[in-house]
């Protein structure tokens, strides 16, 4: 499939219920990944960064994937694909923020999406609960 | 089984999910139903729902009351919005009250605050697989 003996190993620990997946599976979601725009070298680097991926079912990666896309960081799948885990709701709603001050998100800061719950409040001052609802996915 | 296609759930995400739990064919509408309960009573959309499901199937034969107690161990520790939280980390559905509750107390006997660990758990849904 494209992963070394140390891939396997660290997808394992990460993820224990890859176990129970047959390959049929796997390779399915991997060919799902590459069906949103992703090479099959590209795909192995997200799947090793974020091992996760492979148990979320493949509408729930499509929600995340096309959300990303539609904002113009592609890219951030493959360079921080741990980032795919958070609720695409939530980066919406942080996402609509930024844009209602005047800033726009790119790859170069990307990072404003995923800040630290408590962070954000001190710094903008919106709760989670009050951004979530101003901003509804 | 009908219920997982009015939830939205595609012929081959059914395929992967029976995989890892076979027994979810065994399953009442009834059943499947309540698990949906469960998850719109904390705020859960239909595509939360969805995602949180399709990605977990174990959590659709979890006991309802172990639900319930982890729902309100979370509620009662500091976290806030549970459905941004499970859409993140929907495996968080798998872990039982005291197993969480004893990750939290020693993370403060070795000198943290709990609503610093709660903030850092909340941020980075992933931690919870160190559980």
């Known amino acids: 499939m494209g992963y070394t003996k140390e891939d396997i190993i660290k997808m394992t ?7 129970c997946y047959s390959i049929e599976n796997i390779n399915q979601k991997i060919d799902d990944l590459v069906s949103l725009g992703y090479t099959k070298e590209e795909v192995i680097k997200i799947t090793n960064s974020f091992s996760s991926i492979i148990g979320l079912s493949i509408e729930n990666i499509k ?9 113009y960081i592609h890219q951030l799948v493959i360079e921080d694909s741990k980032q795919l885990m958070q609720s695409i709701s939530l980066s919406y709603a942080r996402y609509q923020y930024y844009l209602s001050k005047g800033i726009k998100i790119d790859m170069s800061n990307y990072h404003k999406l995923f800040m630290n719950n408590k962070h954000f409040e001190r710094h903008y001052g919106i709760t989670k609960e009050e951004l979530l609802k101003k901003y509804n996915y | 089984m009908v219920e997982l296609y009015n939830i939205g759930i595609s012929d081959n995400t059914l395929k992967s999910m029976i995989e890892i739990n076979p027994e979810i064919t065994e399953l009442t ?9 469960l998850l ?8 939360q729902i969805l995602n ?19 729902l309100n161990y979370l509620q009662k520790t500091g ?51 160190e559980v």
Not at chain 1, 13 to 19: E, G, L, Y
Request: glycine share 0%; net charge negative.
């Open chain 1, 13 to 19: 620990k990460t993820m224990p219920q890859i176990f």
């Open chain 1, 63 to 71: 929600q995340k994937i096309n959300f990303y896309d539609s904002i």
């Open chain 2, 29 to 37: 509408k009834e059943e499947i139903i309540k698990k949906e309960e």
């Open chain 2, 40 to 47: 719109k009573k904390n705020n859960c959309s239909k595509t």
């Open chain 2, 52 to 70: 949180i499901i399709s990605s977990n199937p174990m959590y659709l034969n979890r006991e309802n009351n172990d639900i319930e107690l982890l």
């Open chain 2, 79 to 129: 976290f806030t919005c549970l459905n941004i939280l499970f859409d993140s980390n929907p495996y968080i559905l798998n872990l039982d009250s005291f197993e969480i509750e004893k990750y939290i107390n020693d993370r403060i006997n070795k000198g943290e605050k709990l609503e610093d660990i709660v903030d850092n758990l909340d941020s980075n849904p992933y931690l919870f697989q």
